[in-house]
């Protein structure tokens, strides 16, 4: 077994482990979390409620732990992990912001999230209720003018948004082929083009890292099906001429696709919809406060334009005439994107949060998120410069290159250093377009004192690049887990099942 140095991972009580072994190695066979009591009801055999062909010809084999176990591994791995309720998170693009409990009370009441998707719309008016309040507001914040829900995180929405792009060129009878991208955009745009079925057209940054206006022009003609964009984009920078932008785009009869996922910094200030933009996905994870990381849950609603109302996916939460709410599918729907209505709990968090911070209260969270992000760009000048030298928006993207060629410390060095600070990392090497990018997002939730510890640990990470670099290309060291080989993991996959088989 391989052992970690480690002083936080000392002081989680490991009983005679050296690591924390898997819950396959707890297994020990016929222990269960809970039994249920023997009583004269005789069980329905297996084949009368799945058909012969579904059901296994072996047991699955599971981890076979009592309910003591299972809780002491699941709570001593929690200690291994860094997360937003321990710390400042400061995971550009990924808005860690701290996820207020009160959201997490709503999503827990039971009036909320004992109520099965699939009963029928008389019984859960509640629910539909729900779902229209929040369509109406994520369509208030955005200037546009319909939203679908369905979708269950970012990179579905912008699939979303895509098909109905392409439902709408199909109605007018127009086959277009191309979806501009700036080489600056997040990953999941151009693959969602792809699976959408279009090609990107990748449009250069200029040298104040916007879009290349001139190449853009440039790049449209009427196979261009639409741009997706980002704004304030990748590198926390408003695009100036979006209106420009636009303009061209619909000349060319093109949609704009909107990458909504981070609305921190425009909140209450602008709106997609007065920009321009036919089409937005908002990750509700992200902006409206949802615990994330580590693949769920999340939810990226897809708000439209007038003019693709008609497309969205049904059946949707919609009120009816006489007050009551009732589900309704629209005239050309692309169909379904999720099996039921969405993730429902996520949703109603958002819309808890939304109602919290009701009159000027989402402003205010976009203004003291991108101050945040202006005080660390301002604060690290001098240690970490800003890839771009101007104002941020809602994250400051810096570069080590400097460190780099002077003393051979990376990004990453820096990043995984400051895990032994007790922060998590920022986001390293995106965007892609920066050197040694180093994308700080430290969101609205931290306090002024914290960013200032923040940047008094990655000064002492500066000055230890001169006298001890090779100590930060080995960092960290003091983290249950020390520096691991991040490709190796994807390169030789072994699953913990075989690893316990074995
Ligand atoms: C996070 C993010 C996405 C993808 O969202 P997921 O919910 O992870 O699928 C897309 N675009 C941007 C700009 C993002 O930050």
Redo the contacts with the bound molecule.
């Keep these: 077994m391989t052992s970690y140095p480690g002083g936080r991972a000392a002081s989680i009580p490991l009983m005679g482990h050296e690591v924390e072994p898997t819950i396959f190695e707890l297994s020990v066979p016929g222990r269960h979390a809970f039994q249920l009591r023997t009583t004269n009801v005789a069980p329905v055999p297996l084949a009368d409620l799945v058909p012969a062909a579904h059901l296994r010809e072996a047991p699955v084999a599971l981890a076979e732990v009592n309910e003591r176990d299972l809780v002491g591994h699941f709570t001593r791995l929690t200690h291994r992990q860094f997360s937003v309720d321990l710390g400042a998170y400061p995971l550009g693009?990924?808005?860690m912001k701290y996820n207020p409990k009160f959201c997490d009370a709503v999503a827990n009441d039971p009036g909320w999230n004992s109520v099965h998707p699939g009963v029928p719309a008389a019984l859960c008016q509640g629910w539909l209720e729900l779902m229209v309040m929040l369509e109406h507001q994520l369509c208030a914040i955005t200037g546009m003018a319909a939203a679908t829900l369905q979708p269950s995180?970012?990179?579905?929405?912008?699939l979303t948004g895509l098909l109905l792009m392409r439902a709408y060129h199909q109605a007018n009878g127009d086959v277009r082929k191309r979806i501009l991208i700036p080489d600056s955009?997040?990953g999941?745009?151009p693959a969602s083009v792809t699976l959408g079925g279009y090609e990107v057209t990748t449009i250069p940054s200029n040298d104040r890292g916007l879009v290349d206006f001139a190449a853009m022009k440039a790049a449209l003609g009427p196979d261009v099906a639409g741009i997706m964009l980002?704004n304030p984009n990748?590198v926390g920078l408003f695009e100036e001429e979006i209106v420009e932008i636009a303009a061209a785009v619909h000349e060319v009869g093109g949609l704009l696709y909107y990458?909504g996922?981070?609305l921190n910094a425009i909140l209450g200030a602008v709106r997609p919809g007065d920009m321009g933009f036919d089409v937005v996905?908002m990750?509700l994870?992200?902006t409206f406060a949802t615990p994330?990381g580590g693949g769920g849950p999340?939810a990226?609603p897809v708000a439209v334009s007038q003019r693709l109302v008609e497309f969205l996916p049904g059946p949707k939460a919609t009120k009816l005439d006489d007050g009551s709410y009732d589900w309704r599918t629209p005239s050309q729907s692309i169909g379904r994107v999720h099996g039921w209505h969405g993730n429902a709990l996520v949703l109603a968090r958002a819309l808890a949060y939304i109602n919290v911070h009701g009159g000027d209260g989402l402003a205010k969270v976009a203004q003291h998120a991108v101050l945040n992000a202006n005080w660390l760009r301002h604060r690290l000048r001098d240690t970490l410069p800003a890839a771009y030298d101007r104002p941020c928006m809602h994250e400051a993207v810096l570069t080590a290159s400097a460190l780099k060629s002077r003393y051979g410390v990376r990004g990453l060095d820096v990043a995984k250093a400051l895990l032994e600070e007790g922060f998590h990392s920022p986001t390293v090497y995106f965007p892609l377009i920066v050197d040694e990018a180093l994308m700080f997002e430290p969101t609205e939730t931290e306090s002024l004192q914290t960013l200032e510890s923040l940047a008094v640990s990655i000064e002492k990470i500066a000055a230890l690049a001169i006298t001890d670099p090779k100590r930060l290309m080995h960092a960290p060291q003091t983290t249950p887990v020390s520096r691991v080989d991040e490709a190796r993991a994807a390169r030789q996959l072994v699953s913990t099942e075989d690893a316990a088989n074995r």
């Design positions: 693009s990924c808005t995180a970012g990179a579905a929405g912008e955009a997040h999941t745009n980002t990748t990458d996922a981070n996905h990750n994870h992200k994330h999340g990226g």
